[in-house]
């Protein structure tokens, strides 16, 4: 059975930084492109960063120069280093692997990693 833990969340002011993690176990971690979602308050889940199985990272733009993704396939874990944050990331914070050509998750969520970005 898949299992996704995600860490590392609270609360911080704007222009803060925070590392999220999140712990795979029960998958071929190796072989998926991994990405981060994120949901607020009263709007849908998006993607905002991937890492593919190779390491090569993408963004949405809302994210670009501030949020670096990065894995460890050694240890099934996949991070989110968020710098420069902006009270409009407030968000819950989830992993998953990325089912190929999609922007979809591959397996069940986890119970995500609550961020708040207030002053």
């Known amino acids: 059975q898949v299992q996704l833990v995600e860490s590392g969340g609270g609360l911080v002011q704007p222009g803060g930084s925070l590392r999220l993690s999140c712990a795979a176990s029960?998958?071929?971690?190796?072989?998926?492109?991994m990405g981060w979602y994120r949901q607020a308050p009263g709007k849908q889940r998006e993607l905002v960063a991937a890492i593919t199985s190779g390491g090569s990272p993408n963004y949405v733009d809302s994210v670009k120069g501030r949020f670096t993704i990065s894995r460890d396939n050694a240890k099934n874990t996949v991070y989110l280093q968020m710098n420069s944050l902006k009270p409009e990331d407030t968000a819950v914070y989830y992993c998953n692997a990325i089912r190929t050509g999609t922007r979809n998750p591959v397996f069940n969520w986890g119970q995500g990693t609550q961020v708040t970005v207030s002053s």
């Open positions: 029960g998958m071929i971690f190796s072989i998926y492109t």
